[in-house]
């Protein structure tokens, strides 16, 4: 089926009451493959969940060849993936390869989610980047684009800031995957049938309808599944966030060895198992210019006049 091994990661924050975060530890303890970062879990702090993923990714998966960043509200089409990266050269410039959105307005106004002050980012319209739905990118680019958020302030429009201002920073380039992702709910089927990789469903019962069709499929095709894609992956996920985690984010990292899958649990910060972590908010005001990516070191503060102009 591929040439590469693969693990599968959760990146979570941290949960706001102790029953959930019990939950969340206990799970993260029995599977091995939850990666829990010291900061509250919000819509807001999605840009710390991107970064200090990049860092957790360079960090214990050294042997790692590519990353495929997915939310938890896709459905793939596993081997239409595998083939497609089986696809790429070592001589291809440095992208991530996306469903890419070009000339995209920053929006202003303040009751929108995606809300940005023209004091914290004065241009109009965001660089060339990706929708943060599903990602994929080599490994080789983690290590410049961790150092570029060094030099931004922070910016809660998470795939905005890391796929545009970052790569712009970094070098990387944008490979445009939009034929094989769809945003339409009722989709799915096209991911069945190999029409599409990426297929974004609305709702948790339908999101388990799809994947096991999914499923389905494959052991029609192929008589086999990777254990690692069982039904199960997909409801835990799903189960995690009906817990009131906003949106958690999966990694499939491939080319690491399989002992990588045992990692994640020992990962789970300190500050997590400490349920005290009311001051964690990690949610800045938006027009604050003391605001920064923050280090996925030490959480020190990183200034910059970095963002072009308008």
């Known amino acids: 089926m591929s040439r590469y091994n693969w693990s599968i990661v959760f990146f979570l924050g941290l949960a706001r009451d102790a029953k959930t975060m019990d939950m969340i530890l206990e799970e993260a303890a029995h599977n091995g493959d939850i990666v829990i970062f ?14 200090y993923g990049m860092k957790w990714t360079m960090d214990n998966c050294p042997s790692a060849k590519y990353i495929v960043k997915m939310d938890d509200d896709i459905v793939l089409n596993l081997y239409k993936l595998l083939r497609y990266i089986d696809q790429r050269t070592e001589s291809e410039k440095p992208a991530f390869h996306c469903c890419v959105w070009e000339g995209m307005p920053v929006l202003r106004h303040t009751m929108s989610p995606w809300y940005l002050s023209e004091k914290l980012y004065p241009p109009n319209v965001f660089p060339t980047y990706c929708s943060g739905s599903t990602v994929i ?12 958020s060094f030099e931004l302030p922070f910016l809660s429009v998470d795939d905005a800031l890391v796929t545009g201002e970052m790569a712009r920073i970094a070098g990387v380039g944008h490979v445009s995957l939009n034929r094989y992702y769809s945003f339409s709910g009722d989709q799915w089927k096209k991911v069945v049938k190999g029409e599409i990789i990426f297929g974004h ?110």
């Not at 010291?38 to 970064?51: A, E, G, Q």
């Not at 990118?137 to 570029?148: D, G, H, M, V």
């Not at 984010?249 to 990588?260: D, F, P, Q, R, V």
């Open 38 to 51: 010291p900061y509250m879990d919000t819509y807001r702090n999605l840009t710390y969940k991107y970064v």
């Open 137 to 148: 990118f080599r490994s080789s680019i983690l290590r410049p684009l961790y150092n570029a």
């Open 201 to 310: 469903i609305h709702g948790e019962r339908a999101r388990v309808r799809g994947w096991k069709a999914v499923v389905k499929e494959l052991l029609a095709k192929r008589k086999r599944v990777p254990k690692a894609f069982d039904s199960n992956a997909v409801s835990k996920s799903l189960r995690t966030s009906s817990l009131g985690i906003r949106s958690t984010a999966g990694a499939l990292i491939i080319g690491t060895t399989t002992s990588n899958r045992a990692l994640a649990v020992n990962q789970v910060s300190r500050l997590a198992n400490n349920h005290a972590a009311d001051d964690l908010t990690g949610e800045p005001e938006s027009d604050s210019s003391t605001n920064s990516i923050t280090s996925t070191t030490d959480m020190r503060v990183i200034r910059s006049n970095a963002l072009p102009s308008s």
